[in-house]
Every structure is written in structure tokens, then in C-alpha cells.
């Protein structure tokens, strides 16, 4: 039975991004939306949520009762492990601008987005929730991911402190439509994307960067959406919840360079540069808690996920992120 909640003005930092058109096309396409409730997709240009005055002027101008906070820097491993000094710092910025400010503006509940590569490197598996903080992240990614956690730790002591029942999610990695394209930094799947794309266009090999053997789990940034606004109007803990398929749905880099190559028919040379790290090799994550609150939820089936991101791509790969 959902809780009744009343109407909402719901403000999504990162709304440009991959999850934020995800959860716009969600809202506003597939009846996610609720009537009388209001919602506000932001981009950078609308605040550079780095500055506090900005952002003070941005909740000043909407005057949101809820937030989703998915505004970051992220990128793929290669950016990650050249600038783990700008993640930790720009990140850290960001997150205290609007958490800070969404408690001083009377903001109800703030959901923020953590990741699963901020959990410990160095751990028993599956991952869950309570294992965020036992040990240090991936060398790789180590300023990202202590910018994560830092979201938990503010989280927690706002709780104690104001009592407010602020919140994160941990997705594992994503893709879908309006993802960062880009071949030098984009993360994993739109990387692939974007080079089967060209490589099937042009007759040349495909280049996959090390061996294809590391595991991810992978989830769509739809399914991911809708997962987002269960948590918006449902979940009600401060501890942060993992979103993610299951473990028994990891797959290997190799797994995924398979399906994207089937989505476009690709035929040509499959090249693996072992000269690039393969990054952390794995860091499975259970969904048993989400399971726990959302038994019934089913997420898209990854081949078919695959297939309408990379139609999505290919159609509109003139305007795309790349
Ligand atoms: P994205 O596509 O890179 O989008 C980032 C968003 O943040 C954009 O809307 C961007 O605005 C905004 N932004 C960046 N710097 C900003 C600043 N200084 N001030 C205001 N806005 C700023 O990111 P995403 O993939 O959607 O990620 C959303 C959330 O999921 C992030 O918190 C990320 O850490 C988390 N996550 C992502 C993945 C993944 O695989 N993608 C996996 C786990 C967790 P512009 O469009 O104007 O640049
Ligand atoms: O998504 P990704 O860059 O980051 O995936 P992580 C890296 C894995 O994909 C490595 C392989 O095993 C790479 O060897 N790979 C193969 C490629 N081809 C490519 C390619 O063309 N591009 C990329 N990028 N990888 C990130 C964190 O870790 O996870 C971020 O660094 C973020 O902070 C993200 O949290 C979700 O999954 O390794």
C-alpha cells in the first residue's frame, strides 16, 4: 500500500545527465509523474552547484520540498585514475552545497546517489549495504569514491542532529540514452557502444581496452529510474539502499562486448588491448535488500536494454554526448 504523500516539488540536480533524462522520460512518459506534483530538471547552466551562492539561489528560486541529487562528476576508470584529486575535491564541493542547503531550505527528503565502486576493494562477496565504510575503495577511483561515502557520513549526522531522513542509492554500473558518449572518458558500455558503432561503419576492428575479463553488474538507467521514484516516495530509511540486478546477473566485460556486438550486427575483428588496466575486477554487489522492500520489480532484460540503447544511439548520434 503506498504511503499517501502530498503534492511534491521534487528537484533533480544532474537532471541533464543519464539517470536524470532516464527518470524525466519516466515521469513525464510513463505515468511516473503524479498529479499536482511539480518537477525540476537541472543542468549546470542552471547552477554550478560548486558555489554556495549559486546554489543557495537555485532552492531559493525553486523552493523544492524534495531532492534528487545525482549532480557529479563521474567518469570511466581511465579519467578516474589520472584525476582522483578533482573527483574528491569537486565532488566533496557539490555535495555539501546541496545537502547543506536542502536542510537550511526545510527540504523533506534528499536522495543522493552513491556507487558501487565506493565500496571496499578488498572485501567478502556479495557486498552489501553495511560494508561501505570497512576498508578502502579501489586505488583507481579513490577520490570519487571517499566523495561518495562522504554522502552517507552527511547523511547520517544530518539525521542525528536535525532528524531529517535524508538517503542515497547505490547503483552498480549504467547505461541507457544520453549517456557520455565520449570514447576517452565515458564509462565502459557507452565506450563500446560508441566504438562498435564507428568500427561497423568505417570496417574496422573493434578495440576493447584490457583483457574483458573483469565482472560488472550492469543496470539499465530506465529500470534504474524507476526504481528512483519507489525510493522518492517509499523508502524511508537513511541507511542507502543498493540498486542493482543481482549477482547472478555479473557478467564479465567480454559478456558485454558480445551484446552490443549482436545489437549492431557487428561482424568485423574483436581486438583486446591487454596494455590497458582492466581497473578493479570485480565488486558484486547484492540486491537483497532491494529485493526485500520490491520482490516484484523487474528489470529490463539486458540483451533488449542493450539493443534499445544502441538504436537509441545510432539514431541520434548527430546531438549524442560524445
Ligand atoms: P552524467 O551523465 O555525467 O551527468 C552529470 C550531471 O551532473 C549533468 O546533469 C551535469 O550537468 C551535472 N553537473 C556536473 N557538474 C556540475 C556542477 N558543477 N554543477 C551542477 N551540475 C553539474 O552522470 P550520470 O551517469 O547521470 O550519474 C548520475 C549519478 O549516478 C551520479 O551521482 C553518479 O555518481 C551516479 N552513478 C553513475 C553511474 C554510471 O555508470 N553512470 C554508476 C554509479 C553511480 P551538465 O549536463 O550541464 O554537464
Ligand atoms: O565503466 P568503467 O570505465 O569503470 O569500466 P569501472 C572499466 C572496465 O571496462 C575495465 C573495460 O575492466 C576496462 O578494461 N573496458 C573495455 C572499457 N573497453 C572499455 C572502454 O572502451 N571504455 C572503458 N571505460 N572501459 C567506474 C568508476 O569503475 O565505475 C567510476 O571508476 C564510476 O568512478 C563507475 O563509479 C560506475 O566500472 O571500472
Redesign the pocket.
Known sequence: MEKSVGPMRVLVTGGSGLVGRAIERVVKEEGGGREGDEWIFLSSKDANLMSVEATRAVFQKHRPTHVIHLATI?????I?MKHNLDFWRINVHINDNVLHTAQEFGVVKVISCL???AFPDKTTYPIDETMLHSGPPHE??YG??YAKRMIDIHNRALYQQYGVKYTAIIPT??FGPHDNYN?ED????P??IH?TYLAKKEGKPLE?????R?L?QFIYSLDLARLFLWVLREYDEVEPIILSVGEEDELS?KDAVEAVVEAFEFKGKIVYDTS?????FRKTASNAKLRKYRPDFKFTPFRQAIKETCDWFAANYDTARK
Open positions: 563521474v567518469r570511466g576508470l581511465y578516474n556507487s558501487t565502486c583507481s577511483n570519487y569514491a554500473n549504467m570514447i565515458s564509462h565502459v558500455m565506450g563500446l566504438k576493447v581496452w584490457g583483457t574483458g573483469a560488472r566485460i590497458k588496466p582492466d581497473g578493479q
